[in-house]
C-alpha cells in the first residue's frame, strides 16, 4: 500500500513494520493520506504536548479550521500517541487543566464529527493510522470491482436462449 505523507509532517511513521511505502507530498490538510484521495482521506498525528498547544489561543482558532476541512473527508481522525490517563495525570507542559483538554477534545468530536484516537503510543498512533487506511483502501477496492462487474453485466449481451436453458 502507498501511504501520502504530508512534506510539513515533522516526525512522520516509517511503517517499517507495515507493507507500505510512504511517499512525501504537500496534503491538504491532515498528516497522512492515500494517493489519489487527498481530498477525501485524511489522518492527523498528534502528540499530547502538540494537542494541548492546539486547545489554546491563535492555535485553537487554526486547529478548528482544519478540523472543519476534516469533516467533509469520508475518513478522518485524529490519532493521538498518549492515553486519556496521561491527559488525566498532566503528562503535559500547559498551564490547561487535564478536564478542559478532554472537554475541548469530546467538544471537537460532537462539533466536527471527526474522531480522535487515544492509541496509546507513537506505536500505537502508528498501527491505527496503517490500519484505517488499509480498511479504507480495501473498501474502495470491493466497491471499484463491484462497481466493474455491473458495468460489466450492464453491457454484456443477454444471455443466448441456449444459455438460458443450460443454466
Known amino acids: 500500500m502507498r501511504i501520502v505523507v504530508d512534506t510539513r509532517e515533522q516526525r512522520p511513521f516509517p511503517f517499517a513494520k507495515y ?3 510512504v ?3 504537500a496534503l491538504p490538510t491532515a498528516d497522512y493520506s492515500l494517493p489519489g484521495f487527498e481530498d477525501r482521506v485524511g489522518i492527523e498525528r498528534k502528540e499530547l504536548g502538540d ?3 492546539c486547545l489554546m489561543g491563535a492555535n ?3 486547529f478548528e479550521k482544519e478540523l472543519r476541512r476534516l469533516s467533509a473527508y469520508d475518513l478522518k481522525a485524529v490519532v493521538i500517541e498518549a492515553s486519556m490517563r496521561d491527559v488525566a495525570d498532566g503528562l ?6 487535564p478536564h478542559a483538554v478532554l472537554q475541548s477534545v469530546l467538544a471537537f ?4 464529527a471527526v474522531p480522535f484516537l487515544w492509541c496509546g ?5 502508528e498501527y491505527t493510522t496503517f490500519w484505517l487506511l488499509a480498511k ?3 473498501e474502495i477496492e470491493e466497491r471499484m470491482k463491484a462497481l466493474t462487474k455491473a458495468q460489466a453485466k450492464a453491457n454484456a449481451p443477454p444471455p443466448s436462449r441456449a444459455e438460458l436453458t443450460t443454466a
Open 19 to 21: 507493507e507500505a511505502t
Open 23 to 25: 511517499e512525501r507530498a
Open 51 to 53: 494537542l494541548v498547544g
Open 60 to 62: 485553537r482558532e487554526r
Open 92 to 97: 503535559y507542559r500547559s498551564e490547561m487543566k
Open 109 to 112: 468530536q460532537v462539533r466536527y
Open 121 to 125: 503510543d507513537r506505536s500505537g498512533a
Open 136 to 138: 479504507y483502501a480495501r
